[in-house]
T-cell receptor, first 113, second 115 residues
Framework: AQSVTQLDSHVSVSEGTPVLLRCNYS??????LFWYVQHPNKGLQLLLK??????LVKGINGFEAEFKKSETSFHLTKPSAHMSDAAEYFC???????????FGKGTRLHILP | DAGITQSPRHKVTETGTPVTLRCHQT?????MYWYRQDPGHGLRLIHY???????DKGEVSDGYSVSRSKTEDFLLTLESATSSQTSVYFC??????????????FGPGTRLTVL
């Protein structure tokens, strides 16, 4: 059975400093992995996705994530945080079944001025 | 933005009343999904559809039914609303096919309050 764990429910960083949001997954197959962002009172927007091509995936707004099979991780990073990055971030794993798309519980990112 | 709308955007109702939420897409995607979002739970799948009249249950389907009579519309019905169904409901669509790339596009959400 597949699962996804976001290791931090809240992360606070100062503007201009690096961001690290951690995600570990479990899957019996070669999974697809995604990061979505949700700004307050908005729907979810795709940041980036991994689908068994390059292990370092670049997304929108300067975010990137690295797929590490040995560590079963897919951590989201950004070199320099911006105030507009304040939002909730969801890590998602799918092993290909229509009902097998599993969302993490989310990490709320706070940006300090 | 993908052409997905949800209606209503906000609704307050009383326990025991029926409620129908509508998701409408203009993308002609085959797959449509209903999720609920609750604090501390992320998004949980209620039902999904893989074509007209083809639907299946998700993780938290009890108390919900769905219908899809047209490609563009996916309805979620709470036959008799309960307070535990107070939540934000999101519709999503996907261009799924042979690959595992289950990229989803989300609607703006419907905030439902059951008193």
């Amino acid at each position: 059975a597949q699962s996804v764990t976001q290791l931090d429910s809240h992360v606070s960083v100062s503007e201009g400093t690096p961001v690290l949001l951690r995600c570990n997954y479990s899957s019996s197959y070669s999974p697809s992995l995604f990061w979505y962002v949700q700004h307050p009172n908005k729907g979810l927007q795709l940041l980036l996705k991994y689908t068994s091509a390059a292990t370092l995936v670049k997304g929108i707004n300067g975010f990137e994530a690295e797929f590490k099979k040995s560590e079963t991780s897919f951590h989201l990073t950004k070199p320099s945080a911006h105030m507009s990055d304040a939002a909730e971030y969801f890590c998602v794993v799918s092993d290909g079944g229509d009902d097998k798309i599993i969302f993490g519980k989310g990490t709320r990112l706070h940006i300090l001025p | 933005d993908a052409g997905i709308t949800q209606s209503p955007r906000h609704k307050v109702t009383e326990t025991g009343t029926p409620v129908t939420l509508r998701c409408h897409q203009t993308e002609n995607h085959r797959y449509m999904y209903w999720y609920r979002q609750d604090p501390g739970h992320g998004l949980r799948l209620i039902h999904y559809s893989y074509g007209v009249k083809d639907t299946d249950k998700g993780e938290v389907s009890d108390g919900y039914s769905v219908s899809r009579s047209k490609t563009e519309d996916f309805l979620l019905t709470l036959e008799s609303a309960t307070s535990s169904q107070t939540s934000v409901y999101f519709c999503a669509i996907s261009r799924t096919g042979e690959s595992l790339v289950y990229e989803q596009f989300f609607g703006p959400g419907t905030r439902l309050t059951v008193l």
